[in-house]
């Protein structure tokens, strides 16, 4: 089946590190990847798309990168805060013709102080 | 401008009884898409609206789920009768663009069967 995976256990880091974070997929080659982000009790908020023939992108502290070799995105969050401590969700389109999200697990950022 | 809303935020129910879900896309925004995730598991596709045509529905349960979008504007989701395992978070979503646009995301209706 076409997965998308994250690693599912929680990611516990420093407050200024940088968090890097890992969505592999399989049996599939999207034409891009999204990133969300997710607190609880609300839905996923967009962070970031990266397209396939892009190896990275960025916006403010955050960075995505986009290896088709490995099969695998990597998110960062540079001098990472407090607040970033979230779920973050890694999403592909299907493979229809439609706007049908495919998502990950998702993976929870803790950022201590 | 408004985001995504939901209602209600929370349902508790029993087993065999009736719920509607309903949701309000961002105005002007066709598509329309409905998901669930259950207690442990990822976020999954249920369906997709373009305007008030089912575009996808492959995500869809089983016959007990019913979902519309009259005159394109809202949407409801019905679950008739509901069981145990329909217990979960049901979100929905709107864009403009399905294949290249960003999904807007409700908060999600916490749906309990008892």
């Known amino acids: 089946s076409q997965k998308i995976e994250q690693n599912s256990e929680a990611l516990n880091i420093q407050e200024g590190k940088t968090a890097t974070l890992t969505c592999n997929y399989t049996?599939?080659?999207?034409?891009?990847l999204q990133w969300y982000r997710q607190d609880p009790g609300r839905g996923p908020v967009f962070l970031l798309l990266?397209?396939?023939?892009?190896k990275e992108k960025r916006k403010e502290r955050l960075k995505v990168t986009f290896d088709t070799t490995l099969k695998q995105s990597l998110f960062h969050i540079t001098a990472s805060q407090p607040a970033d401590s979230a779920t973050y969700l890694c999403?592909?389109?299907?493979?229809?013709?439609?706007?049908?999200?495919?998502f990950g697990q998702g993976t929870t950022l803790q950022v201590k102080p | 401008e408004a985001g995504v809303t939901q209602f209600p935020s929370h349902s508790v129910i029993e087993k065999g009884q009736t719920v509607t879900l309903r949701c309000d896309p961002i105005?002007?925004?066709?598509?329309l898409y409905w998901y669930r995730r259950v207690m442990g598991k990822e976020i999954k596709f249920l369906l997709h609206?373009?305007?008030?045509?089912?575009?996808?529905e492959s995500g869809m349960p089983n016959n007990r789920f019913l979902a519309e979008r009259t005159g394109g504007t809202y949407s409801t989701l019905k679950v008739q009768p509901a069981e145990l395992e329909d217990s979960g978070v049901y979100f929905c979503?709107?864009?403009?663009?399905?294949?290249?646009?960003?999904?807007?995301f409700g908060p999600g209706t916490r749906l309990t069967v008892l």
């Open positions: 990266i397209r396939e023939n892009e």
């Open positions: 999403a592909r389109h299907g493979s229809s013709n439609t706007g049908k999200l495919i």
């Open positions: 105005s002007g925004h066709d598509n």
């Open positions: 049996n599939y080659s999207p034409a891009y």
């Open positions: 979503a709107s864009s403009q663009n399905p294949k290249t646009d960003t999904q807007y």
């Open positions: 609206f373009v305007k008030e045509s089912k575009q996808d």
